[in-house]
């Protein structure tokens, strides 16, 4: 048997880690099927929910201001703008859409849009 080494040690430890990551990926491919809570892809946009939805996240504002949401059995999140905030199913989301019509060069760059 060989020695342990700390070398040995790190490299079958990366090794155990990548091969746990692996076999907890999903092989259907992420389709809607086989019970999955995933919607169709026709569905989206999926519009934010009305008031009349009671929510399942509470948030607070931190002391280097921003706001952290915290879920009932969800992610945690963090953003600097509460408005950006939207609600689905009453669980939080970051609202990633672009409202406004001034977009950066740079992100006009890196979404293609510019050549």
Sequence with gaps: MESMTRRNF????AA???TAAVSGCSTNGGS???????PDASSYPIDPDGDDVK???TSEKTRDG????TQEGGATLGVMDATKIIQVD?????DMAVKTAIVSPLMR???GLVR
């Design 109 to 111: 760059l890196a979404n």
């Design 32 to 38: 809607s099927g086989s019970g999955s809570s995933v």
């Design 16 to 18: 155990a880690g990548a």
């Design 66 to 69: 921003w706001t952290k949401v």
């Design 55 to 57: 929510a399942k996240w």
């Design 10 to 13: 790190l490299w079958g430890a």
């Design 90 to 94: 009453g669980y939080a989301f970051k």
